[in-house]
């Protein structure tokens, strides 16, 4: 947990366990998996390569994918569209992925199979849904602007300009130090907790599971107050979240009052959640 009032930190503090098999302690710098909050950086890189003149957000996907397997939707859906969920884009997660070994899900290109040729759930547009396959076309839009993979395009152009170096996806089987492993309830919510390596894709994407700590998420958020980055829904603060079975992540920030507030945690949701709320209803306004 991580409290601050704009540079300040007020509180930085870690509990539980890391690894429990282990009896390793959470440290005040282990790296979380963030869920879907990965999502806020994918967001932040398309604004950055429009200032650039990469893009347009009424650029339809099939300028930049010409090969993408539902051509209805190359034709009609926007990056606008794939921002703002209403895309009719379907969701990844579903049969085809839990079908599919996950150690072999690495790359942008390994979650299509399990979205992209779906037809459109509704007019893009005219609705609103969540969409992590959305925000895949994000991240393969961003590599082909950018001549760049997407695991280091962020590295390269969001986490180290804003001081986040302990920020990054990496891939399941790999040895990183200092990383939390995930605990979810095993079948009902008050079954014992089991390690979540399962259901982890072999690497996150553009659209979650990469990981950080909470005080990179504060130079995220500073980096967003003196404009190093950009968003353009931030004048009345951020509020970002990812969950999943053993993820549970929650920042928030108020430019009004100064104060932000960051939970990270290898626990089910709500857990992040719940605290993060409870902090900030007991804030100064």
């Known amino acids: 947990m991580l409290i601050a009032k704009d540079s300040r930190i007020l509180f930085h503090e870690a509990f539980g366990n890391a690894d429990r098999e282990e009896k390793i302690p959470n440290r005040k710098d282990t790296k979380f998996n963030l869920g879907s909050i990965n999502k806020s950086f994918t967001r932040a890189v398309i604004h950055q390569l429009e200032k650039q003149g990469k893009l347009t957000l009424d650029d339809p996907i099939k300028k930049f994918l010409p090969d993408y397997p539902n051509p209805q939707a190359a034709e009609k859906v926007t990056i606008r569209h794939l921002l703002d969920m209403t895309s009719a884009i379907g969701d990844f997660f579903g049969r085809r992925y839990n079908e599919t070994p996950k150690e072999k899900i690495r790359t942008l290109q390994d979650y299509l199979p399990f979205f992209a040729d779906l037809p459109l759930e509704f007019e893009p547009g005219t609705g ?63 079954g014992p907790r ?21 005080e990179d998420m504060l130079n995220y958020i ?39 507030v960051i939970v990270l945690t290898n626990f089910d949701p709500a857990t992040a959640g719940l605290a993060a709320r409870r902090i900030v209803s007991r804030l100064p306004q």
Do not use: Q
């Open 128 to 190: 609103n849904r969540y969409s992590n396959g959305g925000y895949i076309l994000l991240g393969l839009i961003i590599e082909k602007t950018s001549g760049m993979d997407c695991y280091g395009y962020f590295r390269e152009n969001i986490f180290k300009p804003c001081g986040m170096l302990d920020t990054n996806s990496f891939a399941r089987d790999a040895d990183v130090p200092n990383l939390a492993r995930g605990y979810t309830r095993e079948g009902v919510s008050a």
């Open 194 to 214: 089991v390690l979540n390596h399962a259901t982890l894709p072999g690497r996150g994407s553009s659209a979650g599971g990469g990981y950080s700590t909470a």
């Open 222 to 260: 500073l980096a967003l107050k003196n404009k190093k980055i950009f968003l353009p829904d931030i004048r009345n603060g951020l509020a970002i979240a990812g969950g999943a079975p053993g993820i549970n992540s929650m920042v928030e920030w108020d430019p009004r009052s100064g104060y932000a």
